[in-house]
């Protein structure tokens, strides 16, 4: 019998891209407001969330996590008494819009409001891909460096909210505002960047204002 070679080339992004447009009607007719929240690995993604939904109390909110391994934060959050589902990639460095069609079929979301969804730990991959969410949310850290936005220039770019976390730390890390917020404007002019503690809280307020202005 003669064997054929058929080579089938697919173009991962459009299909990735589809699926995030299905997703992201979904959830417009549910009346859920979704928040790809990105930053390396101990930014302090999960603390900041905490720290937004803590000031929320009247609006529903649910959370996706992803992870390479592990339902820690999953624990952390519904340990808040929140709706939480785990994604694990087991080596993924990123989510893509197939794990959350799979995630969501473990998730209600019944009543309207934000579904935060918690990226992989990762300053580069998220970025490129598109989840179904209406914004990214970027987390850097003081103790990352200011040079960051020179480095890993697509997260910032494609940001549509900032948050500096970690600014209680600020005194301990020679880190240069002047030199973060330039390489920041350079790539994103007019983004909005929020210095915040996650520690104290300080700085949340005016985040969770942002995000309620930008929900309706
Ligand atoms: N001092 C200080 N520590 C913080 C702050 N935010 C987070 N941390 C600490 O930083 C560490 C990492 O925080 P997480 O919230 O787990 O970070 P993450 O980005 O969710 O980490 P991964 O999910 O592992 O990628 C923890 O020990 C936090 O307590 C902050 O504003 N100030
Ligand atoms: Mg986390």
Redesign the pocket.
């Given at each position: 019998m003669e064997t054929k070679k058929v080579e089938v080339i697919q173009d991962i992004h459009a299909e990735n891209e589809r699926i995030a447009r299905e997703i992201n009607a979904d959830y417009n007719r549910k009346g859920i407001f979704a928040v790809n929240v990105m930053g390396c690995p101990g930014a302090g993604?999960?603390s900041v969330l905490k720290q937004i939904i803590a000031r929320l109390p009247g609006v529903k909110t649910y959370v996706i996590e992803g992870d390479i391994e592990s339902d820690l934060?999953t624990r952390t959050m519904q340990a808040l008494g929140i709706e939480t589902v785990q994604i694990n990639t087991g080596g993924a460095c990123h989510l893509d819009s197939p794990m959350i069609a799979g995630a969501l079929k473990n998730i209600e979301l019944k009543e309207p409001g934000i579904l935060f969804i918690?990226n992989i730990?990762n300053l580069v991959c998220p970025a490129e891909f598109e989840i179904g969410e209406h914004i990214k949310l970027l987390i850097s850290s003081v103790t990352e460096g200011c040079d960051k936005p020179y480095k890993y220039p697509l997260a910032f770019e494609k940001a549509d909210i900032i948050i500096l976390n970690k600014s209680d730390l600020k005194p301990y890390v020679d880190f240069d505002d002047a030199f973060f917020s330039s390489g920041v404007k350079g790539l994103n002019p007019g983004v909005p960047v929020f210095e915040v503690s996650s520690k104290t809280g300080q700085g949340f307020d005016a985040v969770v204002n942002w995000l309620e202005e930008k929900r309706k």
């Open positions: 993604k999960t934060d918690e730990g």
